[in-house]
């Protein structure tokens, strides 16, 4: 798969994965990956700022400043945990937690049909990834290509905040309108050329959504996102549903928070190479039947 071009703000899978989880397939399998990668990233992007009346990107990144509480409690947050449940339909969901700490910590965990998927950084130069959905499954190090998007699935400042410093171009484009709401568009390209788009509401000044596109197959595939359900937690706000679809195909799901914690204690061995469990056994031979001997 492409790893080029992927959203840096949602997660995806697509198919029945009541049928797919049983028998794995490939297409799903990448799908799910694809997921694992833009998971932290998602909870990283409710740091994004709120704007203001004002209609220069500068003026709008104040504000947000000074809505959230000022950068100095932004940065203040030392380590965060984030657990609940993502569904890909009824009867397809499980549960989710993902952790990260200074610096650049990440720990990111999804059980699916019993099955945990991981994804882990160690907040230097190492990751790795663990998919029980793929042939042969295996913890895997991260690739050239993951390591070079870490940065924006591990700064959970996100995407907005010192954008200069990070090689990030911001433009305020105009206005459009989502869910019936007049909203402030603004486009994102970060310092490997993605482009995403995010949707402000102009009245309270909440992200209503986000989008973009990925290549898959050599394809780009369209993907939007919505966030809705913001809740305090420690004087700034989080959405604490999420939900993600790629406009024409199936591929779509719901993230709901559960609980949301700021400056817990993570251990260390959380962001080091992870030892899933061992795969379940094959399912028993059953013994033929005795046949009964002739009198």
């Known amino acids: 798969m492409n790893k080029r071009n992927q959203p840096r ?6 198919n029945s994965a009541s049928n797919i989880l049983v028998m794995p397939r490939p297409r ?3 799908h799910i990956e694809f997921t694992m990668r833009k998971f932290a990233f998602l909870f990283c992007s409710l740091f994004l700022p709120l704007p203001a009346a004002a209609q220069s990107v500068d003026d709008i990144l104040a504000k947000y400043l000074s809505v959230r509480g000022g950068l100095e409690r932004i940065k203040a947050v030392q380590s965060e945990r984030v657990t609940g449940t993502i569904s890909f339909g009824p009867g397809e969901e499980g549960p989710f937690v993902v952790e990260r700490a200074r610096p650049m910590k990440m720990h990111m965990e999804l059980v699916l049909n019993g099955q945990p998927l991981i994804r882990v950084y160690d907040g230097k130069s190492a990751g790795w990834v663990y998919n029980p959905f793929m042939p042969n499954p295996a913890v895997q190090s991260m690739t050239d290509a993951d390591l070079r998007n870490i940065f924006d699935e591990a700064d959970f400042d996100g995407p907005f905040v010192d954008y200069k410093s990070k090689g990030n171009h911001i433009e305020l484009v105009g206005k459009d309108e989502v869910e019936e709401k007049p909203a402030y568009k603004l486009k994102l390209t970060n310092r490997n050329g993605e482009v995403s788009y995010f949707f402000f509401d102009a009245s309270t000044f909440s992200l209503l959504k986000c989008q973009g596109n990925r290549q898959m197959d050599g394809k ?6 919505f966030f809705h359900d913001y809740r305090e937690v420690a004087g700034l706000h989080y959405p604490f549903q ?10 779509s799901h719901t993230i709901t928070a559960d609980k949301i914690e700021i400056n817990v204690p993570i251990s260390e061995a959380r962001f080091a190479k992870p030892n899933p469990p061992p795969p379940p056994p094959p399912p028993a031979t059953p013994t033929p039947a005795e046949t009964p001997k002739p009198n």
């Open 220 to 225: 780009d595939i369209p993907w939007v996102t």
């Open 242 to 251: 999420i939900q993600y679809a790629e406009p024409g195909t199936e591929n």
């Open 9 to 14: 703000c949602v997660l995806t899978p697509g």
């Open 28 to 30: 799903h399998a990448a």
